[in-house]
C-alpha cells in the first residue's frame, strides 16, 4: 500500500504533498549526500527539498517558498515529511513501508 498523502505547514501556509515519484526521489538524494557532510542541519538543503515536493503540485509555492514567514522548526518538521513520503525515512506507526504491500 502507498503511503497517503501528507499536510505540510510553513506559517499560515500549507499544502497536500503526495508520496514523491522516482524523479523527486532522484532530486533529493543529491542534496542528502551532500548534507550527510555537514557536522550542523542546513535550512537551505531543508528548503530545497520541500521545494522538489511542492513544485510537481504546487510549482508557483515552491518558487516563491523563501518568502513564506515559517520558523526553523517548522520547515524541519516539512522535511521530515517529505523525506517519509520518499522513503529516506522510515513511515509513521500504521503506515506501510515504501515497497510493502
Not at 503526495?18 to 535550512?43: D, F, H, T, Y
Not at 503540485?57 to 517548522?74: F, I, K, M, Q, R
Amino acid at each position: 500500500m502507498r503511503p497517503a498523502s501528507e499536510t505540510i505547514r510553513l506559517g499560515a501556509r500549507e499544502w497536500s504533498i503526495r508520496p514523491l515519484n522516482l524523479r523527486q526521489v532522484q532530486e533529493i538524494e543529491p542534496i542528502l549526500i551532500a548534507g550527510a557532510s555537514e557536522a550542523k542541519g542546513n535550512i537551505s538543503a531543508a528548503m530545497a527539498i520541500v521545494a522538489i515536493a511542492l513544485k510537481r503540485d504546487n510549482a508557483e509555492a515552491a518558487s516563491a517558498l523563501g518568502d513564506v514567514e515559517a520558523t526553523a522548526p517548522e520547515i524541519a518538521a516539512a522535511m521530515a515529511t517529505v523525506l517519509r513520503l520518499g522513503g529516506f525515512l522510515p513511515a509513521a506507526e500504521g503506515d506501510c513501508a515504501p515497497g510493502e504491500v
